[in-house]
Structures are given as structure tokens and as C-alpha cells.
């Protein structure tokens, strides 16, 4: 992990926002989502300092982190790919869109690879299923996918 992620600057704004959200019922999830804005990712120092923040246990901390998609425990890839396994994406074939793509950046669905370049994740339906089966690149959308499809896609992002 870069040093620059956990500056004491980040810190700063972080302990800024808990206090501003310390006595608010359900704080947690949206101090992480805040942490994750900051940081990019939800480490340990980081939980540790929300543990604190907040006087959550770390464990209940991580169990949260661990268990929600949208935080990751290190900074996520330069392009984050999400294929949609809802239920339209899913009966139209994404589950072999989604085994294409690991082939072919060679990652597991939750990781990121070794040179930071691809964070691969399964999504629920983000509400194209008129498009479907559906991959979302960053800010970029793709539809109406085969299977042939994804390697000329994942070109453009190399
Ligand atoms: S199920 Fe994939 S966009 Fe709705």
C-alpha cells in the first residue's frame, strides 16, 4: 500500500467527520463509506481509528468492511470492473462474461491485480437490465455482451 493513502491529512478529515457523526444512531456504515471516499480503501490502521471514533469494536469494524462489497480493505485498482450478476444479467449469460474476463486479467472476482491495474467484482442489477448482460468499466458502461466481446473491450483500458 502507497504511504501517501494513509497521510495525516486523511486522518484529519476523517476524525472531522466522525465527530460529526459520533452521536447519530447507525454511524458506521456511513463513517466507512466516508473512510472509503478518503482513503480509497478501509485498512486496519484506518478501522482502528474509527474503532476508536466511534467505540465500535474493531472486530465488529471489520466484520462490516469485510462483508459490504462497496469497502475494500486495500486501494482498489486503477479500473474497477463490475459484472452484473442480477437476475436478468444472469439468465442472459454473465456468470460466462464474468469467467471470460478472469481469464483473460487473470483475477478472482473481490481482487485487484498485483500491479494494481484491475479490481474485479460481481454486482447486483444496477439497473440496466434492458441492456443486459451488463459490465460497467469505471464510468463506462457496456451492454447486449457475448462472450467474444470482452477481450476487445478490456483492450481499450490496458
Ligand atoms: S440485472 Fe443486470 S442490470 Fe439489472
Redesign the pocket.
Known sequence: MSKHILMKENFEKLDQFIVMQKDKKGALIPVLNEAQKIFGCVPIEVQKKISEGLNISLAEIYGVVTFYAQFSLVPKGEYTIGV?L?????VKG?QKILDRIKKEINVEVGKTSPDGKYTLEATR?????G????ITINEDVYGRLVEGDVPEILKKYE
Open positions: 452484473c442480477g437476475t436478468a444479467c444472469y454473465s442489477c444496477i439497473g440496466a437490465c441492456l443486459a448482460p451488463v
